[in-house]
């Protein structure tokens, strides 16, 4: 999916992850592979909605949104439990916060906690959350709304992991990782064209996301 993602979960029921992964998919092989293979233990994730999968495989997860069916959902512990049984990794899920908030205004967090930011089929985050990641920290974005477009672009953060999927199965690949975020018009390749369009350039050779390292 390289458009906006869209957040619909029927009207007539309570909006559950397990609903919501009809129309968006299961991550929770994403989330395992950055685990496994960076050794992540905390996450951000803003603009998360209802997306649940970072917690079947990291411990702790703060997530943040402003949507009212967000809050309610990480707000009823019950069906979070009820939502990650037997779906989660052993040490996943320890930890579960929601903010319900604007991530572009300051957020009740600490400064240099998280391994991970997770910024997906959202508006940018990086410039206005970084603060809240370590310094050694990754961010895992793509380039929907133009975060991994800009990320690209950052002088800090190195791309080391390109993401790819295939029927809902999520692998990381670090090989030819000079053949991603190739623009097609060099031109558009700049943070005044991409924050100004609101979305990711055009690359010659495409990956779900993309997973950066600050540097």
């Given amino acids: 999916?390289?458009?906006?993602?869209?957040?619909?979960?029927?009207?007539?029921?309570?909006?559950?992850?397990?609903?919501?992964?009809?129309s968006i998919g299961d991550r929770s092989s994403l989330f395992a592979a950055v685990a496994d293979g960076w050794g992540v233990r905390s996450a951000l994730y803003l603009g998360s909605y209802l997306d649940l999968a970072p917690s079947t495989a990291i411990a702790s997860v703060t997530y943040v949104d402003v949507d009212k069916r967000a809050a309610a959902f990480f707000a009823d512990r019950e069906l979070l439990e009820s939502e990650l049984e037997g779906r989660r990794r052993p040490g996943a899920g320890e930890w579960i916060e929601f903010v319900h908030q604007d991530y572009t205004e300051p957020l009740p967090l600490q400064d240099g906690i998280f391994d991970l930011m997770i910024s997906l089929f959202t508006t940018p985050?990086?410039?206005?959350?970084k603060r809240y990641i370590k310094p050694t920290g990754l961010l895992l974005a793509n380039a929907s709304h133009g975060e991994a477009s800009l990320a690209a672009l950052d002088p800090d953060l190195q791309l080391v992991a390109?993401?790819?999927?295939?029927?809902?199965?999520?692998?990381?690949?670090?090989?030819?990782?000079?053949?991603?975020?190739?623009?097609?018009?060099?031109h558009h390749a700049n943070t005044e064209h991409i924050r100004a369009s609101g979305k990711g350039i055009k690359y010659t050779k495409d990956a779900f996301a993309y997973l950066f390292q600050r540097i």
């Fill in 1 to 22: 999916m390289d458009g906006r993602e869209v957040k619909v979960v029927s009207a007539h029921s309570k909006p559950t992850w397990r609903s919501y992964c009809h």
């Fill in 125 to 129: 985050g990086w410039q206005h959350c």
């Fill in 162 to 186: 390109a993401v790819l999927e295939s029927d809902s199965s999520y692998t990381l690949t670090t090989a030819n990782l000079d053949t991603y975020l190739v623009p097609k018009q060099a």
